[in-house]
């Protein structure tokens, strides 16, 4: 065999590259993470503790807000699908995120910040959806679990960093939260810039805008397959709840208020170490059994926090909760690409972004009232049951286009 025979040989079976434009991505979404982990790391103890909000309004403004997002990707992929073009969408979702910073450091009452968490969350809900159909369309079907594990695990480091941030700065300005709403403004504008200057848009086809760009034909097209994972999917997001109450319960198993966003920390950094060997793992091995075994994961982790009585095994809690995300996230995702028509990303992931936010708003209002009424360790046996039923899903026999 000749050298250079080899040389191709050789250069076909090489696993296709990782596309910038994913690590582009990935490191905006870095620094969005900073900038919004930083406030979302103190928020709930900044509402129960400096503006005397109860547990039952913490929980109905995240769900709110939450529930709002997902409405936003329907709207935002359906109209990326239609336009074939997602990046313009992309930009403007992460300007309002970064734009809502600024009113935090102002903020004298609980409507503001509830106001601007709402536009928070819009400008993720106009994002999330188009710009993984971009990562999905400018990524070879072979790498799609890698390429989502990566930019998950940039997204997710980012949370490390923010909430190491809010432990630093409070400590070191003896709980000065206007300072910290201030320094988390910064990444949030960086994130932006990057975007707008570094990324291009994937090339790819561009269907014309021939109908309104969410209608049933398109929902009816998504196909049994698809239905089935956002379905079980947000049910999974209802055994998980709101990260709130992950950042409230740690409070009140007696960790200290400057360290409550450790939880964060923890959380995030399991997250970031197991969501790219996981998305490798997944191009290769059935996805539907890596997504039981993060379930299985959630249904430990939910347990252990209803029976937690110290910080230490509450924190354990905490680190199997990141460990859940970084099994199940990018798995979803690679589900959802292999179970719709590629037309089609756009709309698929901002349905099953909606449905998983009815789930988030139902466990945010829910779950602030059961806490309420009968404490932390009810509503966390009320997630493991949830978490239990979403077990369904992974064991559902392969339909449709999916390959796995």
Known sequence: MSVSTASTISSASASPRVPALVWVLGWVSLLTDISSEMILAVLPVYLGTVMGVSMATIGLIEGIAEGIAAAMRVVSGAIGDKLGRYKGIVVFGYGLSAISKIVFPFAGTPIPVFAARIVDRVGKGLRTAPRDA?????????????????????????????????????????DNFQLLFWIAFVPGVLAVIVLARAAEEPLGGSPPLERLPLNRADLANLGFAFWWIAVGAALLTFGRGAKAFLVLRTESLGVPLWLVPIAFVLM????????????????????????????????????????????????LG???????????????ATLIVDSVPETLRGTAFGAFSLLSGFALVASGALGGLVWDIWGPATLFWLATAAATLSLATAWKPKTGTDPR
């Open 134 to 174: 971009m990562i999905a369309r400018a990524t070879d079907p072979s790498i799609h679990g890698r390429a989502f594990g990566l930019r998950q695990t940039l997204d997710t480091l980012g949370a490390v960093i923010g909430p190491l941030l809010a432990i630093a700065i409070l400590w070191a300005s003896q």
């Open 268 to 315: 995030n950094t399991v997250y970031a170490l197991s969501a790219y060997p996981v998305g490798r793992i997944s191009d290769r091995v059935d996805r539907r059994t890596l997504l039981a075994l993060g379930i299985g994961v959630l249904i430990l982790c939910d347990a252990l926090l209803a029976v937690a009585t110290g910080p230490w095994v509450g924190l």
């Open 318 to 332: 905490v680190l199997l909760w990141g460990l859940h995300f970084g099994m199940t996230q990018g798995v979803l």
